[in-house]
């Protein structure tokens, strides 16, 4: 069974920004969805990215909060998933999460990212940004 292992947490001032990676303990196929879920404290966990990767091209979707700030990349050699964030706001702080599960491409990409269609999950990085 193939493990995810997130890192690049930290502790941020709004503006900065942090570089998560999420690496898989082996070999993910091409054809697996990854993505990034977050979760606060008392709210459910919701979908920040993801990404579906086809031939040497990445398509993403991501969700309205974090658009045009954050970008999810796939670096299929080194079997890690990345989630730049830039401009982090107070309301960026949670835990971190990744995933992956092997599904369609148009299923990946739906902005309604549904944390139930993912079997295979990391054990989360912490981000706090302070104002």
């Known amino acids: 069974q193939v493990q995810l292992v997130e890192s690049g947490g930290g502790s941020v001032q709004a503006g900065g920004s942090l570089r998560l990676s999420c690496a898989a303990s082996?070999?993910?196929?091409?054809?697996?969805?990854m993505a990034w879920f977050r979760q606060a404290p008392g709210t459910e966990r919701e979908g920040v990215a993801v990404g579906f990767t086809m031939g040497v091209g990445t398509y993403a979707s991501y969700a309205d909060s974090v658009k045009g700030r954050f970008t999810i990349s796939r670096d299929n050699a080194k079997n890690t998933l990345y989630l730049q964030m830039n401009d982090l706001k107070p309301e960026d702080t949670a835990m971190y999460y990744c995933?992956?599960?092997?599904?369609?491409?148009?299923?990946?990409?739906?902005?309604?990212?549904?944390?139930?269609?993912?079997?295979?999950w990391g054990q989360g990085t912490q981000v706090t940004v302070s104002s």
């Open positions: 995933a992956a599960q092997k599904m369609e491409r148009a299923r990946c990409l739906r902005p309604a990212m549904n944390k139930d269609e993912y079997d295979l």
């Open positions: 082996g070999y993910i196929d091409s054809d697996y969805c």
